[in-house]
């Protein structure tokens, strides 16, 4: 009897044995290897941040804000176009379950450059005839919504042209309808430089920088504000919280760059030639204080890269998202850090 019951109570418990080892190995195999963000220096997951993200062309007038998919931006760009308006770049790598992001506008020529520095694939819908050259000579990966029908969709919210959006299943049949690789290219490494982890960067000698407000920008009158027990600088347009339409949330910070950039127009139309290439100065700001930086490129093409202007070192961002604020040089006296 008593040998009976061993045999009994070992045969249950190296069932418990093997299917607690079972439970383990299936655990391990669904937790996904994590990696640092090349565009914010966070932990994500491989799937996601060794993807090439997707750079969208975003339109800021009143009746293009507020956008669809832009709290999950890692990097956004914000530069004048024609008419003292401003366009954004949002640049996603973890866009997989946004209901939709948009409203999705015209490509202008210096939004490329900007848009290759961190091996994106581009999205827009339609361009200024200043960069056909480019789009033309395949020079950089696209997805022009006047060319290609499946990317895109229009909506029933908003008026034309504001109503073209994108989600996941769009942009996926889009990319593999062109062959566009997903993988970043072989010898890609990043972007930006981020504090090591359990660092900081403080700007110890910088000047505070509780708002900062980007009047240069006359029609939108663009601004943050920071605060202090988040860390972040959360962002202001049209005289209220700039928003995500997707989920309400206020949009925030962790880094904003002022790009200082010299520009000549194109034509009488308005339509700016922004130098991207021949570098400049500018300020970096974080955790509530600003310095001076110096910006330069290694090409036309090539990845930008930003300095302490005291110390000559390469700037190391904190962790979190990016606002790159590209600044007109003749209206730098318009912006104001307080």
């Known amino acids: 009897m008593k040998r009976k019951l061993f045999k009994l109570l070992t045969g249950v418990l190296l069932s418990c044995t093997l299917a607690g080892s079972a439970v383990m190995v299936q655990a391990e195999e669904n937790q996904e290897t994590t990696v640092k963000s090349y565009l914010t220096g966070e932990d994500v997951s491989q799937s996601v941040g060794r993807r090439r993200p997707i750079a969208v062309m975003l339109g800021n007038d009143a009746d293009g804000a507020p956008q669809s998919g832009t709290e999950n931006a890692g990097v956004i760009y914000e530069a004048p176009v024609e008419g003292s308006i401003t366009r954004l770049m949002a640049i996603i790598e973890d866009y997989d379950n946004l209901p939709r992001i948009g409203s999705v506008r015209s490509c202008r020529d210096y939004f490329l450059f900007y848009a290759n520095e961190y091996d994106a694939i581009y999205s827009h819908y339609g361009q200024a005839v200043y960069a056909l050259q480019y789009l033309d000579q395949h020079l950089i990966d696209n997805l022009n919504g006047l060319t290609l029908g499946n990317a895109y969709y229009r909506t029933t919210d908003r008026v034309a042209p504001h109503n073209a959006y994108t989600d996941f299943s769009h942009l996926q049949a889009g990319i593999q309808s062109l062959g566009y690789s997903q993988e970043y ?114 090409s036309q093409w090539g990845t930008t890269h930003y300095y302490d202007s005291a110390s000559g070192e390469e700037i190391r961002l904190n962790p979190g998202k990016t606002w790159v604020e590209i600044v007109l040089n003749d209206s730098v006296d318009s912006v104001s850090i307080q």
Not at 228 to 252: K, M, V
């Open 185 to 298: 290219k072989e010898n890609y490494n990043g972007h930006f430089q981020f504090a090591a982890d359990g660092t900081q960067t403080t700007l110890d000698n910088g000047i505070s920088a509780g708002v900062v407000k980007l009047d240069n920008f006359a029609y939108n009158h663009p601004w943050f504000e920071y605060n202090a027990e988040t860390g972040e600088y959360s962002r202001f347009q049209f005289g209220a919280p700039h928003i995500d339409q997707n989920t309400g949330n206020q949009l925030t910070c962790e880094n904003i760059i002022l790009q200082y950039s010299n520009y000549e127009p194109y034509d009488p139309n308005g339509y700016l030639n922004i130098d991207t290439q021949s570098g400049g100065e500018g300020k970096y700001i974080t955790k509530g204080k600003a310095i001076d930086i110096k910006w330069t490129k290694d």
